[in-house]
């Protein structure tokens, strides 16, 4: 009788009874109880395949044909599980260089703390005539007594709302919250659609400082399931959310008072340069004693 190996079955998991045979259970070989390690592997094929060409009957011989065929199938199948054995290592080092590059994004977002950061999707939509949204901003600076002012823009850029809040007090940097009842400078409904908000002001030192919705600090950052999220405005957002990471420093003044170094302000031209001429060195030179 002769023993052929069947392409679509394991011949890893083909494994040899103790009197030498084979059993076929539906698609698998499998092992007696007696020898589970019994792997009937390529190397063990090829040896039983010798063994029974020599200890074939000379009367009925082993067809030529169907044993090329077989180690065919074998050589194919070996080459395609070398395969296999490649993709796995490129697997695991793919996962490695993921781990490490995972690594390497949680220090960056560890940077980013102290930065400001806005949300890429900050806009503003209205889909109601009766709501009044509720803005929370961040004053990046304190506000001086001029007053905040609280501009609503459409989708063309175009001024639709403005209002003026805390004039006569200052205002300390940090959260600001105000409203927006959805509706112009006349009191019509400004219509459903995506609006932009921006608030302006002075700072202490007259520098004029242009804050947008959905532009807060960073104040911290916490990792879920390998995601870095940023912590601002009582929020944990995605940083594949965020449109935009800046520094924004601050360097104290003489007065205690927090100086912009790094925002978007504007400085008044109110320095003049100093036009006193520079008295020229008119000292006698010292003649020297004979």
């Known amino acids: 009788m002769t023993t052929e190996w069947n392409p679509n079955l394991n011949w890893q998991n083909t494994q040899s009874k103790p009197n030498g045979t084979t059993q076929n259970s539906g698609n698998n070989l499998t092992a007696d109880q007696g020898n589970p390690g019994a792997v009937l592997d390529k190397d063990a094929f090829l040896k039983l395949l010798l063994i029974e060409m020599q200890h074939q009957d000379p009367t009925d011989p082993m067809d030529s044909d169907k044993m090329l ?17 490649t993709m796995q290592k490129m697997v695991a ?3 490695k260089l993921s781990n490490a590059m995972g690594t390497s994004q949680s220090i960056g977002a560890l940077g980013a703390i102290g930065k400001m950061a806005t949300i890429a999707d900050n806009k503003i939509k209205l889909t109601g005539s009766d709501e009044i949204i509720a803005l929370k ?14 501009e609503v823009y459409d989708k063309d850029n175009k001024l639709v709302y403005t209002e003026k809040a805390s004039e006569g007090k200052e205002v300390s940097a940090g959260h600001f919250t105000m409203e927006w009842p959805g509706r112009d400078n006349n009191g019509v409904y400004a219509g459903d659609g995506e609006y932009t908000v921006k608030i302006v002001y002075n700072n202490q030192q007259g520098e004029k400082i242009t804050a947008s919705y959905g532009t807060y600090p960073i104040e911290g950052v916490v990792f879920k399931e390998g995601v870095a999220y940023a912590k601002m405005a009582g929020q944990e957002v995605p940083f594949d959310a ?19 170094t790094g925002g978007n302000s504007e400085k008044p031209d109110t320095e003049k340069p100093d036009n006193k001429p520079t008295e020229p060195d008119t000292k006698p030179e010292e003649k020297p004693k004979a």
């Open 69 to 85: 065929t077989q180690t065919s199938q074998l050589a194919a199948l070996e080459m395609q599980q070398n395969t296999n054995n």
């Open 93 to 95: 080092t793919m996962e």
């Open 137 to 150: 901003m961040y004053l990046p600076e304190a506000a001086n007594k001029d007053g905040i002012t609280l």
């Open 242 to 260: 965020l449109g935009e990471i800046t520094d924004y420093k601050f360097s104290l003044g003489s007065n205690g008072s927090n100086n912009n």
